[in-house]
């Protein structure tokens, strides 16, 4: 007699039995795990949060009308089955008035990965796909190692490349074209 091989389907549970210092996901029922990012990282995130948040957020010298979060847990169509955390993520309050209290079921008007060594295959390979799946229009792909910024656009479930931007390049692409930015704003100091 034949046995089957069982196979196991990572929950939403399980994440939450993980040590919350472990950044972990699941896609398609498969646990990911990774270790925190570094500093070029982090440095990314804040600079692309602070040059956000007042104008599409707060309203300070721009239209307002986004939740802008980083790090942000996002349970999609089906929280067992595809459960993430976005480096940076912004949701048009039209579309979420309301301000979710523990964490995101919708999913975002644009993500913003911020590429690591470790993470560069998974962010583009697993993730970037996933996205497309679940409608997200807009995505962003910051490497910091090459100091790029590539703005991508959702057509038909596929990404297509809009624009592209390197070291201290003037930026403004969509979804946040009402602003400029110096992309060098968002690189470690020197």
């Not at 270790?35 to 600079?47: F, K, M, R, S």
């Not at 079921?105 to 990965?113: K, L, N, S």
């Not at 911020?114 to 993470?119: A, G, L």
Request: overall charge negative; charged content about 30%; hydrophobic content about 40%.
């Amino acid at each position: 007699m034949t046995q089957r091989a069982r196979t196991y389907r990572t929950r939403y549970s399980d994440l939450e039995k993980l040590s919350p210092d472990v950044k972990a996901e699941i896609v398609d029922g498969e646990l990911y795990m990774h270790a925190q990012p570094l500093e070029p990282h982090g440095n990314v995130i804040d600079g692309l949060i602070e040059t956000l948040r007042p104008p599409f957020m707060r309203g300070r010298g721009g239209p307002g009308g986004w939740w802008i979060r980083s790090e942000t847990q996002v349970s999609f169509s089906d929280a067992d089955w595809r459960t993430m955390v976005l480096d940076v993520a912004g949701w048009r309050k039209e579309r979420v008035p309301d301000f979710p209290e523990r964490y995101f079921d919708i999913a975002p008007d644009w993500v913003c990965e911020v590429i690591s060594p470790s993470t560069r295959l998974y962010d583009r390979n697993v993730k970037a796909p996933v996205y497309a799946e679940e409608g997200i229009p807009h995505l962003w792909i910051i490497d910091p190692a090459y100091r790029t910024l590539e703005c991508l656009e959702n057509v038909d479930g596929a990404w297509v490349e809009r624009a592209r931007f390197e070291d201290a390049a003037q930026v403004a692409a969509a979804p946040f074209a009402a602003i400029t930015f110096d992309l060098a704003d968002l690189w470690p100091p020197e």
